[in-house]
């Protein structure tokens, strides 16, 4: 089973933080991912990456910024933390852009923004 | 990007009713997938129906689309308590890479 790891399950932060958000996946998938979740308003894509090295901006990127240097390690990167950032985040992977994309979530990041 | 709107936000039946959600959107789709999310987890994914099909069924699920309504349908039958859970659309546009959720039906089945 392709298995999509978040690091931190629960994360309590301050406002001005520097926060890191690390998703691995274990299947060589290409595309990966990074949603926000919150009552309401469903997931909202933040950023996605299609390659190593490539990424392309969802609906909501500003405040957040990523990494991708290893085809598994996705990571988001919240650079000066805001309590408006406090949300469930949902890592994704799927394995290329050109199919059906059907996703593969970890389970979720919940950051708390003080 | 367009956004499905799922409808109804919330949804509660007994053990062994059916369950239908729908969802509709706005502009072409390449194809329609359903997620399923159980309490704080990440989501599930449930089935794939593309835009040239019209139903698919898998156990006791049941996905109709209809590109001329813009709309399709989860129907889960033989509803059970394990079937609680937040069920999601999620829209792949054609010529987009990333798929967009709707903001899901909150399902509740009592036993």
């Known amino acids: 089973d392709v298995k999509v790891t978040q690091s931190s399950r629960y994360l309590v932060k301050r406002t001005g933080e520097k926060v890191f958000l690390e998703c691995v996946q274990d299947m060589d998938h290409e595309n990966m991912f990074w949603y926000r979740q919150d009552p309401g308003l469903g997931l909202r894509l933040i950023y996605f990456s299609y390659d190593v090295k490539m990424k392309e901006k969802g609906d909501i990127p500003e405040g957040y910024s990523v990494s991708r240097e290893k085809k598994e390690r996705f990571s988001l990167i919240l650079e000066s933390a805001s309590t408006n950032q406090t949300s469930m985040y949902l890592c994704?992977?799927?394995?290329?852009?050109?199919?059906?994309?059907?996703?593969?979530f970890g389970a979720g990041s919940r950051l708390t923004v003080l | 990007s367009q956004q499905g709107e799922e409808d109804p936000q919330a949804l509660s039946i007994q053990e062994g009713e059916n369950a239908t959600m729908n969802c509709s959107y706005k502009t072409s789709i390449n194809n329609l997938q359903w997620y399923r999310q159980n309490s704080g987890r990440g989501l599930v994914h449930l089935i794939l129906i593309r835009s040239n099909e019209r139903e698919k069924h898998s156990g006791r699920l049941r996905v109709t689309l209809d590109t001329s309504k813009k709309s399709s349908s989860l129907l889960i039958t033989a509803s059970r308590a394990a079937d609680t859970a937040s069920y999601f659309c999620a829209l792949r546009d054609t010529g987009r890479r990333a798929l967009t959720f709707g903001s899901g039906t909150r399902l509740q089945v009592q036993p």
């Open positions: 994704a992977s799927s394995p290329n852009t050109a199919g059906a994309n059907v996703l593969t």
